[in-house]
């Protein structure tokens, strides 16, 4: 299938920081792009997605930036709390008519105190 | 967003058999998949599992091995057959939720070990 990669593998930042996690995806019929949280022995947790028709989009603390034309989108987290410490993945649907999803190797966010 | 339901959440099962997992959702959706997620590893889809009619597989995974059912809009079944070690995962299941959007939201988990 078509590849999404994802960066860094490991994040740790100060409590009160902000976290910075970027993908690259290479199928151009991409339009959905989904990120999720997984806390250790829970399943996948969607905490934001973004459509191929905005740049842009924030729910409080959490931002996604998209750029069709480089294909790449990032997850911002600001003012960082011990429990988003977590492992994050992102995603892309595949292009076509389907719903499947191709995913990131996933980011493992640690906020310290 | 729609409720997922699997069953069982953990088990530990012996080499050579077969164990079914069960994905119950709270309202009628229009897509299921289930997904494998190996340990300390990404989210790998097994297949697209179709109401009425056979399971679309990826690559990598055949029917024999994982048959799915899906007798309607709010419920599937995965089996893993004739298990061995290397099938100790997570399986998820995965639904779109129209009513959010076309939003994809994934179950808990089924967590299997094979001893």
């Known amino acids: 299938g078509e590849n999404v990669e994802q960066h860094p593998s490991t994040l740790s930042v100060q409590e009160g920081d902000s976290a910075v996690i970027k993908c690259t995806y290479s199928?151009?019929?991409?339009?959905?792009f989904p990120w999720y949280k997984q806390e250790l022995g829970k399943g996948p947790q969607l905490i934001i997605d973004?459509?191929?028709?905005?740049g842009e989009k924030k729910d409080q603390r959490i931002a996604v930036t998209l750029n069709k034309t480089a294909k790449h989108f990032s997850l911002h987290i600001t003012e960082t709390q011990p429990e988003d410490s977590a492992v994050y993945f992102c995603a892309a649907k595949r292009g076509g008519s389907g719903y499947a999803l191709n995913f990131g190797k996933g980011t493992s966010l640690l906020v310290t105190p | 967003s729609a409720v997922i339901s699997q069953k069982p959440s953990r088990d530990i099962c012996q080499r050579g058999t077969s164990l079914t997992i069960q994905c119950q959702v709270d309202s009628q959706v229009t897509m299921m998949f289930w997904y494998r997620q190996q340990p300390g590893q990404s989210l790998t889809l097994i297949a697209t599992a179709n109401q009425g009619s056979e399971a679309t597989y990826e690559s990598g995974f055949v029917i024999d091995k994982f048959p799915i059912s899906r007798p309607n809009l709010t419920f599937s079944t995965l089996t893993v057959s004739n298990m061995s070690p290397e099938d100790s995962s997570i399986y998820l299941c995965?639904?779109?939720?129209?009513?959010?959007?076309?939003?994809?939201?994934f179950g808990e988990g089924s967590w299997l070990t094979v001893v």
């Open positions: 199928d151009s019929a991409s339009n959905y």
């Open positions: 995965s639904v779109i939720d129209s009513t959010s959007g076309n939003t994809i939201y």
């Open positions: 973004i459509r191929s028709n905005v």
